[in-house]
């Protein structure tokens, strides 16, 4: 594919889109030619009940300069402030034609400021600013707690470092996500990028894409590998293995050559960095994977997951295909460019959405699934590991994808979804975003409030009572008794509801808050009160999505307004 070869014919099928009105909002999904049922419209602020999670629609991202939406970005954030950034990727707009980007967008998560800003950055920083130019295709890799790092990619992620021509290398660039949506909260670190390129990625000016990539905390160190420098020719699949040092702002390449038989030469598999000193166990997860050829011939999706192993040999580590422990591989089934991650608390492994293959139950070429597995017993050889099913992989409402950022917060126990690509057909991109809960159902889903954790003001902040003397001795500590906090229970009303529900039952709510359902509640009933456990006091729907009933969708106090 080439992002330039027919840029004229991009800008005129954006023009030509454009005067015929196309809507920046895709509200009726594309027809793909797959199993999976037609999704459901769900509106920002509604939610989607799978198996066992709770999908919530975020705001949309902006739309492209062509109308459509994004993949193959970089996107992060910050758990601790609530702010998420996406920057780049690129939207297919025929067979031969891709445009790339360049911009910059954040939001914060604190149902305050809960809309995408466009955040500028220099042109000496980031990307490559011109037409058609970015980065696409690249991995997205948390760093810590607030960087995040787009590893290689191509179409201007080097800003000409190292294709000063064409200025459509790949590198290395480190985004730092502070605590606001602007310029000053998301901002890209100076001369962060590769120190130099090595062997193939230098013959390739570093344009390697749709690569494995993970962060090694224990090195200070991405590993990275596989990917392709061209997805339509086979023989530019690769499976070499790299690592990146992080030296002050740089990183340092070296390859690594892992003991073992190495997985075949593949892209689009997706990798999780797994450290448990407990169990002993200090590697890698590597899921999937797609043979190298055109995506308009059928190519070999991999049912397979790999173990990097560096606890025997950290500098090189060592390849163990781990596929047959998995006692139901087969209702997993092969898959491609989703999303992973391991969450260190729980020892579980999670992976969704992505391209699947397979006739397993619930199947769908374009998944919309949430899967995890346990790896408290990995470093057991005899031991047997299970899939266990989160979310359907054609689960109803949300458009199944691929080629988006793995974004886990931790801290929050969820998923979060940016953007993505559909199928290959024309203006198959999206800009929506999700969050996706985990465990969580029924009227948790229903009452979830995705703000809450970065609400301003959402509760009193404790003070330390100061030491006193006792005479003739040291000094005594007085304990820290922490005030209760300061409970907001006025009642708001949502304005949605407001030309939807008859004003005499919007104030008679008001007048007698506590005769409507949920009203003086916390937002999660097994913890106390407090700044992130706050009071549901908005006056809302049931359902958002559905028109007033008094009986069927009735109102109830809320923790937020969607």
């Known amino acids: 594919m080439s992002c330039i070869r027919n840029r004229l014919l991009g800008l005129l099928l954006g023009a030509a889109a454009i005067g015929a009105a196309m809507p920046l909002a895709r509200t009726t999904p594309v027809a793909h030619a797959q199993a999976t049922p037609a999704p459901t419209a769900v509106a920002v602020g509604g939610r989607i009940q799978a198996d066992n999670a709770c999908y919530v629609r975020l705001p949309d991202m902006p739309a492209t300069s062509l109308g459509e939406g994004r993949y193959g970005g970089l996107g992060g954030f910050n758990a601790k402030t609530g702010v998420m950034a996406y920057v780049g990727g690129a939207d ?11 911009q910059m967008f954040g939001i914060k998560l604190d149902g305050e400021k809960a809309a995408w800003k ?15 130019k970015g980065c696409r295709e690249g ?26 021509s064409k200025k459509t290398g790949g590198d290395i660039k480190e985004l730092q996500i502070l605590g606001d949506a602007n310029a000053s909260g998301i901002k890209w670190v100076p001369n962060s990028g590769a120190s130099e390129l090595i062997g193939d990625l230098l013959d390739q000016k570093g344009k390697l894409v749709r690569l494995f ?11 990275f590998g596989q990917g392709t420098f061209n997805d339509e020719l086979d023989s530019e699949s690769q499976a070499k293995v790299y690592t990146a040092k992080k030296v002050g702002s740089q990183f340092q390449l070296s390859e690594i050559r892992p003991a073992g038989t190495a997985p075949i030469k593949r892209y689009g598999s997706c990798a999780a960095y797994v450290y448990d000193k407990d169990a002993g166990l200090d590697g890698m997860v590597v899921l999937g994977g797609q043979e190298g050829a055109p995506e308009r011939i059928p190519a070999t999706t991999y049912k397979e997951v790999w173990w990097l192993d560096f606890k025997k040999n950290a500098a090189n580590g060592e390849w163990v295909n781990i596929t047959s422990r998995f006692d139901n591989m087969d209702s997993f089934g092969a898959r491609r460019e989703g999303g992973c991650a391991y969450d260190a608390a729980s ?32 470093g057991d050889a005899a031991a047997k590991l299970t899939w266990e099913r989160l979310a359907k992989d054609n689960t109803k409402g949300i458009e199944g994808r691929r080629l988006f950022p793995s974004i886990w917060d931790a801290a929050n126990k969820r998923i979060l979804v940016v953007a993505g690509r559909g199928g290959s057909t024309e203006l198959d991109a999206f800009r929506d975003a999700w969050a996706i809960y ?35 001795g040291p000094t005594a500590e007085v304990p820290t008794v922490a005030p ?49 456990n706050p009071l549901r006091r908005y006056l809302g729907l049931r359902n958002p999505s559905s028109p007033y009933h008094p009986i069927f969708n009735s109102i109830q106090w809320k923790c937020g307004c969607p």
């Open 118 to 132: 466009s955040v500028p950055y220099s042109n000496g920083l980031g990307y490559t600013q011109d037409t058609d």
């Open 438 to 472: 985990p465990d969580v159902k029924g009227a948790d889903c229903e009452n979830l409030d995705v703000f809450a954790p970065y609400r301003p003001n959402a509760g009193a902040t404790a003070t330390t009572a100061p030491p006193t003397n006792t005479p003739g």
């Open 213 to 223: 990539a993970a962060w090694d905390d224990q090195r200070n160190r991405i590993v």
């Open 347 to 378: 020892k579980s492994f999670y992976s969704w959405m992505g391209r699947t293959s397979g006739t397993y139950p619930d199947s769908s070429r374009r998944s919309t699934g949430v899967w995890r597995v346990n790896l408290a017993q990995l």
């Open 484 to 532: 209760k906090p300061t409970v907001n229970n006025s009642p708001e009303i949502c304005e949605a509801i407001k030309s939807r529900v008859p004003a005499a039952v919007i104030n008679e709510a008001v007048t007698a808050p506590d005769k409507v359902a949920g009203y003086g509640q916390t937002c999660n009933p097994n913890l106390p009160v407090g700044a992130n």
């Open 139 to 164: 991995t997205a890799v948390q760093i810590s707690d607030s960087n995040w790092a787009s590893v290689f990619g191509k179409d201007g992620c080097d800003n000409g470092k190292f294709d000063t």
């Open 92 to 102: 297919k707009q025929t067979d031969e034609n891709t445009v790339v980007f360049f």
